[in-house]
């Protein structure tokens, strides 16, 4: 007897053989009813037990024999449910409840992958519900616990570039650059809606930088830029202007100090499609477009 009373004490001074799988497994398998129930509610409520239940588990001591390594493993796949679950409810709630359940995840698991991309959700509710203000705050708190989100780097490269804060803009970009380079999936968007929002954000990044570097007149790595946003753009004409219009100017810039006739050539090609599209730079670019040709027409 004194043997197996010496065995549960042992194991009663873990704190996570015998009290804390109880008290998660009950909450887990509430947390799933109310999901199968669509119980919004008691799918926050359950969600976060869950995940207080878990983290005492994942956050104690490394787990040393096979028992506690199932029971840890067991815990981190409770977070990812209860994760998931608010995620979930909240992409089908009205925006207010949205804004609810996404502000819970992020506090409870500020880094969790379903927060990744999950904040172009959150960013779309709080301009919904008119609390658009609210955004730069929790954008910059969140690029902290999450910095390759592209869902973040993108909005806080919009700001910069509302703001007309180039320095910022441009790191912005290239940091939402790098991190797209890494992704070829998203864990919660499927392949084809991902794919369409990846393009979206490359095509932007690529834009702003190169837009930078052209009045910058850093000719040569603006036209690299903005090569790279040209295919990823044309599903917008505005940024489709935009990228054209800049690439005539930088072509011509370069092809005039280098004397390279093939160059001011492409400038032009590049500035006559500009000002077919209906744009703020549309007229300027057909201004552009017979200045380029009175200066390739004197060039060898």
């Keep these: 007897m004194r043997i197996l009373f010496l ?17 998660l497994d009950d909450s887990l398998q509430s947390l799933k009813d109310a999901v199968s129930k669509k119980d919004v509610a008691q799918i926050k409520t359950l969600a976060v037990q ?14 040393e024999t096979e028992i506690d390594k199932e029971q840890v ?8 449910y209860a994760e998931y679950a608010l995620y979930s409810a909240a992409i089908e709630s009205e925006p207010d409840v949205k804004l609810d359940l996404f502000a819970t995840l992020e506090q409870e698991s500020p880094t969790s992958k379903y927060l ?4 172009v959700y959150y960013f779309a509710a709080l301009t919904q519900t008119g609390a658009a203000d609210k955004i ?13 989100s592209p869902a973040v780097l993108a909005e806080l490269l919009d700001l910069a570039t509302q703001k007309n804060q180039n320095d910022k803009a441009v790191s912005y970009a290239q940091r939402l650059i790098s991190a797209l380079a890494k992704r070829s999936k998203s864990e919660i968007m499927s392949d084809a809606e991902w794919q369409k929002k990846r393009n979206a954000m490359l095509g932007s990044a690529h834009l702003v930088v190169g837009v930078i570097l052209a009045g910058q007149t850093h000719y040569y790595r603006a036209d690299q830029e903005l090569r790279a946003a040209l295919p990823l753009v044309k ?3 505005q940024q489709m202007a935009t990228v054209l219009f800049n690439l005539g100017l930088a072509n011509y810039s370069l092809g005039s100090t280098g004397m390279n006739k ?12 500009c000002a077919a599209i209906k744009s703020r730079y549309q007229e300027q670019a057909a201004h552009n477009v017979t200045a380029m040709k009175a ?4 060039m060898r």
Excluded: C, H, W
């Design 7 to 23: 065995t549960l004490s042992a194991l009663m001074s873990t704190g996570l053989i015998v009290a804390a799988p109880q008290n």
């Design 50 to 63: 869950t995940l207080e239940a878990a983290n005492k588990i994942t956050s104690g001591p490394a787990p």
């Design 73 to 80: 493993s067991e815990a981190r796949d409770a977070q990812a």
């Design 116 to 119: 990744n991309d999950g904040y």
């Design 136 to 148: 730069p705050a929790i954008a910059e708190k969140a690029i902290k616990n999450l910095p390759t």
């Design 235 to 237: 599903g917008d004409e």
């Design 262 to 273: 093939a160059q001011v050539l492409e400038a032009i090609r590049f500035s006559q499609q």
């Design 295 to 298: 200066y390739a027409a004197n």
